[in-house]
């Protein structure tokens, strides 16, 4: 393609790139808990829900606080969670950095891998509570190594959202 | 980087009107999620049609994967098996050796196991599939420990039912689709399993401890009845599980608990074998469960029972005593005070109506 758009349906599709590639990146995210991996232990990190923290601390104004619920309704339809758990936590978690970017009045690549970690670690304890609410004894000890290898993934995860940005906004 | 754009509106009111709505309905939106959360505690399958048929449209999509994932993860395991394989051969030689004296002795066993249930005329209960199936996935960023399993409700399979593998227990039904279910697994923190030891017999409980592992609980104080490398079956002891499947092998010793590892790897075993409920009848009235027993299994569960099933009179029990109370209850004064031989047994499930005392 050229730099410049020739016709409609090439700003049209240019548009729709623009538009729908992190709700498509988010989702597909989402699907991928159903990658056929068996395991007995959680180790493996919540990618839907890394990839829509990327998106959210990447571009603070692409979605609205309620654009998470409906991302959530589909995470939790898909990963079989109750249904709620993640509509709830990610809404709550954007209205909390939606707070925060209104107080704080700059960010660096540091503060975000904090903001991060602190969501990483409210999204899993949330997640986990809800399973102890609904009958399920585990220990919080369990769910550390989840909560350290979600952390660790978060610097990967935020690079390939930010390769999939610039795809995005090329002209 | 560059501080993230403001949020606010601008002086618009009508821009600043929409950034408020927006805060209203994601406010309103956490709060219907919360509560559809709380219905999902209280009542498990309140969504059960909803969430059946997601897992219908998504389980198809693991299935596909699934055989490229056995394939890839082979490759890894016949590796590490070529470099260890002088000293898995005669740990293997030894292991033959023991195996052959111990088959002997099974055999044994096992002919002397019929020929006692012949004399006492007893029915061998053969608890029948329903189905045969494929895991196809599981949760792996959860709290939870649930497999997906490729046969639903199509395929008779219910919630409930005990599932296992080639090798041993995996687990339980817990919500179906058409043609996928859930599983929840036995090292879940929620799920319960009566085993028994097969050393010496030792009853426990089984209980997951989500992190991969079982707990064992005894009602033996004292010493700990388990040594690492036992090994834990079914016991059948409240009528789901069949008595003998493998559960799982101790691993070490907590204090007065034991820490077992699943026999069973749902990760490795490619097939699952659904099973009917052992004695669908357990939690029926005592005359039911009678008939239930002599014709085998049936198979329907027990909340399946017509409601004047449920609510019948227990029989008049063959003891006459009027003053007899079973041992282990609570006596009734009521009963006490007037002796009807008809209620001479409560059973918990019919509890006794409230009487005003004379």
Known sequence: MTRIAGS????????????????????????????????????????????????????????????????????????GHPIGQSMALWTILFLILDFVDSRLGFRDYWLDWLLAALAIIFHTAGAWYIATMMGSGVEFSVMVPQIVISILAYPLVARVVLALDRWRLAR | MAAPPTRRAGFSRRAQLTVFLGYVVAVGGVLVAILLLIVAAVDPRGFAALRGTALDVTAPVSAAG???????????????????????????????????????????????????????????????????????????????????????????????????????????????????????????ASSNVPVRSLRDGTPALAVGRGDGTIELKTLEVGENPFRPGDVLVTSGTGGVFPPGIPVARVVRLEGDSAIARPVADPARADYALVLRVFQPAAGAPLDQAAEADAGGPVDISPSELPPEVRAAETPAPAQQDPG?????????????????????????????PEQPRP
């Open chain 1, 8 to 79: 409609d349906t090439d700003v049209a599709i240019r548009d729709y790139k623009r538009r729908f590639v992190p709700l498509g990146s988010t989702l597909l995210a989402s699907a991928l808990a159903l990658l056929p991996i068996v395991a007995t232990l959680p180790l493996v990190p919540d990618f839907g829900f890394l990839v829509l923290l990327s998106w959210r601390l990447l571009r603070p104004e692409i979605w609205r606080a309620h654009a998470a619920l409906g991302l959530g309704l589909f995470d939790d339809f898909v990963s």
């Open chain 2, 66 to 188: 699934r055989s490229v994932v056995g394939y890839v993860s082979g490759i890894g395991e016949s590796v590490s098996e070529y470099f260890a394989a002088a000293s898995k051969n005669a740990e293997l030689r030894r292991e033959l050796e023991r195996t052959r004296r111990e088959l002997h002795e099974t055999r044994f066993a096992a002919q002397e196991n019929e020929r006692l249930k012949e004399m006492l005329g007893i029915a061998a209960g053969e608890a029948d599939e329903v189905t045969v199936a494929r895991i196809v996935g599981s949760s792996f960023d959860s709290a939870r420990r649930l497999a997906t399993l490729s046969a639903g409700a199509g395929s008779g399979v219910e919630a409930g039912q005990p599932v296992r593998g080639p090798d041993g227990l995996i687990g339980r039904v817990i919500e179906t689709g058409r043609w996928a279910a859930r599983v929840l697994l036995v090292s879940d």
């Open chain 2, 324 to 352: 007899y109370q079973p041992a282990l209850q609570r006596p009734d004064p009521v009963l006490m005070r007037r002796a009807r031989p008809q209620r001479a047994q409560p059973r918990p499930e019919q509890p006794q």
